[in-house]
C-alpha cells in the first residue's frame, strides 16, 4: 500500500499533498490564534502538527468529544496536540476553528493570509526525489490498475494452488472473516481512542483473550505483540520480570534445542538470556539426557527453556511434560513457541503440558493472511503467576496494573485492526469445529507423507511412523545420486504450477510440507502427483537418460521465453514435457514469469541498481534513501 501510495502520486503529487497539508495546518494555527481558547505554542514552524496550550482543557475536549473530533492530550497540563492529513476537509478545519472560538471561516483566514508563509531555507530540500519511472508513469487509475494486476500476475498465490509452508503455510483466509477489514467501524479507529469509544473492540478483544486462553489452558493472554518473534521477546521479558520479584533476577541462562526456530535465540539474546543449545537425538526428539544435565549444571542461573510444540521437525515429542518437569525443578520457566498450535487445538495445551508462558501466531493458525510479511499478532498466554508482569502501556492501560513490563508495541492492543479475523475464526469453527480442523490437519500431512513416503524418504517419524501436522522430505541422497538438490524440485515445482515447500529449514537441503485442514483431498494428491512426477524425473537422471547439467530440474522453471525460442536444440527433453508434465497443465496453468536465478551468488556479490555515482556527485540524489 505504501509503496503504490508512491508509484500513483509520485513526486508532483506527494508534493501537493504536503503543501495542501502545510496550508490547512497554516489556516488552523491562525485562526486559533484569532481565537479565545488557546494559544499554538512554539517557534511557529510547523508541518502538520500544532500544540496548543487552552485554559480550560476538559472543557474543549467535551465540546470536541461531542462532535466527533478527538484531540491528543499532552502530558503537559492544558495542552492537546492536532494533527492533519491529507483527509482533512475544509469542513473539518471550520469545525476546529468554532470550537477554539474563531468566529472565522477557514476559506476568510486562507484569502487573508495570501497564501502559505514560504518555508524556511534550512528546511527546504532542493534534491529531487522519487525520479525513476515507476513514480512518474502510473498518475492516471486505469494506469495504476494495469501496472498493479500485471505485478500481481507474476505471483502464485492461493488463488493458484495450495502453498504448503511449513509453519508458515497459509490457511484459508475466508471472506467471511476478512468482511470487517473493510468496515470503517473496525477500521478508523485511532488505538488511543478514549476507551468509551471503543467498547466494540473492547469486547473483541477480551472475548478474544478469553477464548485463546481456554484454547492454550493459560490464566490470562495479552495481545499487544505483533509477530511471534515479538512475543516471544515479551515472554521473555514476563519471566524476567517473574523471576527478578522473586529475587530470582541473576538467573540469565535460556536452553534452547538445536532444532528451534531462528527467532528464538535471538529474542533470548535480546532479552539479555545466554543461550546454552541442547542437543537432538537422531529421530529428531528432544536429547533428555542433555537436556537434564544442562539444566542440572545451570540449576543457580537457570531463567528459560524454549521449546517448540510439535517440534519444528514435525513431531510430537513424546517426553515434553516430562521436559518441562526438569526445568521447573531446576528453577526455571518454560517458554512455549506455538507456532505449531495448528496441531495442538482442541487435542491438548501448551497450559496442560507444563508451559509457563507460549506465543501464538494469529497469522498462522488463526487465519490472519500473512502474504507479503504482514501485519501480524502474536499474543503470549501466560499462567497465573506471570499475568501481573504482562505488558502495560503508558498511554491506554492495558489493565494489567503497575507490575507490568513497558510495552513492546506501539499500541496497547498491537495489531487490534486484524483481530476480527480470528475472532470470526473462533467463532464460526466453535469448538467442535476447532478440534475437527487439528485433526483434519494432522490426517492431511499424514496422508501426504504416506503416499510421498514411497518415494521419498520422510525425514522424521515416531515410532509408530506418523508425524504431526508437517513433515520433512529428504532429498540429501538426490546430490549424490543425481547431482540434484532441495532447490532444484523446489523450482520444478513452479512448472507443476506449485509454490514450493520450506527449503532447508529447519534442516538444510531438506523440503519441509504443512499441508493444513484448508486443502481439498484433491489438491493434496495433485502436489503429491507433481512431486512424484518429479521424482521420475530425478530417476531419469540416475539412470543416465538425461545429462546431470542441463536437465527438467536444473533448467526450470520454464518461462514462455525459455520455450519459445526459435530453436529448441541444446535440450534433452520436449518442450510439452517443460511446460505440461502432467495433463491437468493443459488446462490449468500457472506460467513462471523469471527464469532460474543464481542463488547464493547474488547475496555474495552485491551490485548497484540506483543511478550511476556520478549523479549523486553532481548534487542530485536519485534516491532518498542509501544505495549499496
Ligand atoms: C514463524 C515462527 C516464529 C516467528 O514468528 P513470526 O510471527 O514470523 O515472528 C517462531 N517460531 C516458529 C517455530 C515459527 O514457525
Redesign the pocket.
Known sequence: MAAMYAVYHGPVGLKQIAERIRGMTQVLAEGIQKGDAGDVQGSGLFFDTLTIRVKDREALLKKAEEQGINFRKHSTENTVGITLDETVTEADVNDLLRLFGCNQMASEIAQAMNGPKPLPEAFQRSGKVLQQPVFNTYGSETELLRYMHHLQSKDLSLTHSMIPLG??TMKLNATSEMLALSKPEFMNLHPFVPKDQAQGYAELISELEKDLSEITGFDAVSLQPN????G?YAGLRVIRAYLDAQGQGHRDVCLIPVSA?G??PASAAMCGLRVVPVKCDKDGNLDMSDLASKAEKHKDSLAAFMV?YPS?FGVFEPRVKEACEIIHKNGGQVYM?G??MNAQIGLCSPGEIGADVCHL?L??TFCIPHGGGGP?V?PIGVKAHLQPYLMEHPIVSTGVGEKGVPPVAAAPWGSAGILPISWSYIKMMGANGLTHATKIALLSANYMAKRLAEHYKILYTNEHGMVAHEFILDVRGFKASAGIEAVDIAKRLQDYGFHAPTMSWPVANTLMIEPTESESLAELDRYCDALIAIREEIAEIERDEQPRDSNLLKNSPHTQRDLLVGEWKDRSYSRERAAYPLPWLQEKKFWPSVGRLDDAYGDLNLFCTCDPVAAEEEGERPYGGVGV
Do not use: L, R, V, W
Request: one cysteine or more.
Open positions: 509453519s508458515c509477530s511471534g518473534a515479538q516471544e526456530h527467532t528464538n517448540t519444528t513457541d507456532a505449531n501466531n497469522h498462522k501480524g502474536g
